[in-house]
């Protein structure tokens, strides 16, 4: 059977969706345990991996739209999982940080992601899982450089 006779499951960006579909939903209910949205497991994540962070920054790694974001983070800021620091720098830039509590969340929220990790590196084998993290990047990349070629047109 060819691409055509399988319709739209014959594509690779439905395969992507398909796959993405998933995982999520899977994140998701292993997350709901903790009262935690798969999008603010992204964003503890990636405030912890960088030691100064500011709002678009943290749009750009947990693939966020900014006004979105905002929403999120503001929410997380009224429920004490993170604080807004000013800059020592730059006083115009607003830095994010985990609170105490914040930091605690990400710790016991990290537990669901590595398991899941887990299962995902045991289900593919670590060869293949190397493999389709290296395949996805690279498309990842090629639309991050189509996306700023056309900017610049």
Do not use: C
Request: charged fraction near 25%.
């Amino acid at each position: 059977m060819n691409r055509n006779e399988a319709g739209v499951t014959g594509y690779l960006a439905y395969a992507l969706a398909a796959a993405h579909r998933a995982v999520h939903q899977e994140l998701s209910q292993l997350l709901k345990e903790e009262g935690v949205q798969v999008e603010v497991w992204r964003i503890m994540e990636a405030i912890d991996s960088e030691q100064t962070i500011t709002m678009g920054r943290l749009a750009e790694l947990v693939l966020l739209a900014p006004p979105t974001l905002t929403k999120i983070v503001d929410r997380m800021v009224a429920d004490g999982l993170v604080q807004r620091q000013i800059s020592a720098n730059d006083h115009r830039h607003v830095h994010l940080v985990l609170s105490a509590l914040g930091e605690h969340k990400r710790d016991r929220v990290r537990r669901f992601a590595h398991e899941q990790e887990a299962a995902m590196l045991h289900s593919l084998g670590p060869e293949n899982a190397r493999l389709l993290h290296d395949a996805l990047a690279s498309l990842a990349e090629r639309n991050t450089r189509s996306g700023a070629a056309a900017h610049q047109a």
